[in-house]
Structures are given as C-alpha cells and as structure tokens.
C-alpha cells in the first residue's frame, strides 16, 4: 500500500467508528499520519529479524574510543539506539558479547578480567555502548537494524510521499495498530485495547508463518554447508541475506 492508500483506508476506519459514536470527533490527517508512524515503529520493533532484513546494516573498522563508541558515528543510526545492535566482532573476526549492567558489575565483583579472547560490549547509554577487553588498537564491526524512515505526505508539506517500508504482509498491522492508538488518544481505552489485541494478533500470526516457512527451507537447505559458515563475517553475511 502507499501512504495515500493508507491513510485513505484508516481515515474511512475511524469515520465509521465516528458515525457509530464510538469516537468524539475526526482526526486530522496530520494526527493519522503520526498515528501510523508511531504504529509503524512499534511493528518494526517487534516483527522477527526476517521479515527486516533489508534494514540490516554494517558499519565496519569502527574505532571505539577509550572503550567508548557513540552510536551517533553509525550511519544510519540504529533502531533505538542500542537496543537496535545485532552483532559485534573484532574487525579480525573475534565475537564480542554483550552483558548487561549487572552482569558486568557482577564480574567486577569477582575480580574477573574481561581479555580480548572473551571481550565485551554492555549498553552504558541511549546511543553508547562500552567494551571491555579490546586492545586500545582494535576496530569492531557493528551489524544492526537502522529504522524506517518515516512515512510522509506531500500534500502536508512533505517534499515527496514517502510509503510504509515495512513487508507488504505488515501493513494492515500497521493500520489495525494506529486505529489502536488513535482511539487511546480520543479516551477510547476499551475500543483501543480491543484494537491493540487484534493487531498484536495479527502480528503475532505473521511472525509464525515466517517462522514455519523458514523451518521448511531450513529441512530443504541443511545440506548446504555453506549456509552456516563460521568463517563468513559480518559484510559477507549481510549480502547473503
């Protein structure tokens, strides 16, 4: 669907909601517009990594400094910061693992030393994350999910229409989910948790059938040797996909 078929629809969902007097009053189209946006990140955020894939990105020989590497160097910038990142490698190949807070205080409690064979990386910041192990010489590759960008309408002043990026199959999520969050914002709790529930559902149905059709392919390619090549890095992988 294009952003005008999108809004079109979801606009002929609330004024039918209005005429049924569930709704107080019409929304504008600039609050149904930041209605499926708001919907839009939220589906992303929960949509498995395989129907996103063409969000993947990798930023390689990014050179932390003092430990530290500001999420804000990455260009695009992940999705939700931190909480975007996928993967991390020692550019020469070797895993970095991410901890949490507390297991990293934790392992300084117990006097453990992070070296570069068992090197980590823990979120110390909306947009940064910190290592412990590296050598001050050591660049990583970062592999994450960069957002999508925000649909838009020209004739709200836009430049151009910019369409909903997720997969087809997620779009109509998308629409059930604003319908959800505009009938929040009119005070409407019960019709929006209605709605929440039958758009989380469809989700829901749409990750399972991702998950099913990749076990069958899965049963058909485990032959395939190469498909879970250690030795692949981050860059190979991504253009795999």
Sequence with gaps: MTITDMIE??????????RAGKLPEMFS????LNALNEAQRRVFRELREELKTEFLNASTAVSPTDAVLSLSSLSPAPFMGASGIRLIEVTDGKPVAKISEAEWRKAKRS???FSREAAVWRITGT?????????????VDVE????????????L??????????????HDVVLKLAESILCE??????????????AMQKLHELNESTYSSDAVKYAGDRNDTSAGDPELNITTRIAGY
């Design 127 to 139: 947009n940064e994350i910190t290592f412990d192990g590296l050598w001050d010489t050591d660049t």
């Design 144 to 155: 994450y999910f960069a957002a999508p960008a925000d649909m838009a309408l020209a004739d």
């Design 9 to 18: 629809r979801l606009r002929v969902r609330m004024e039918r909601l209005k």
């Design 111 to 113: 006097d453990l030393e």
């Design 157 to 170: 002043g836009a430049s151009v229409d910019v369409d909903c990026e997720l997969v087809s199959e997620a």
């Design 185 to 198: 914002d009119s005070g409407e709790d019960d019709l929006a948790v209605n709605k929440e529930l039958r």
């Design 29 to 32: 189209y600039g609050e149904m």
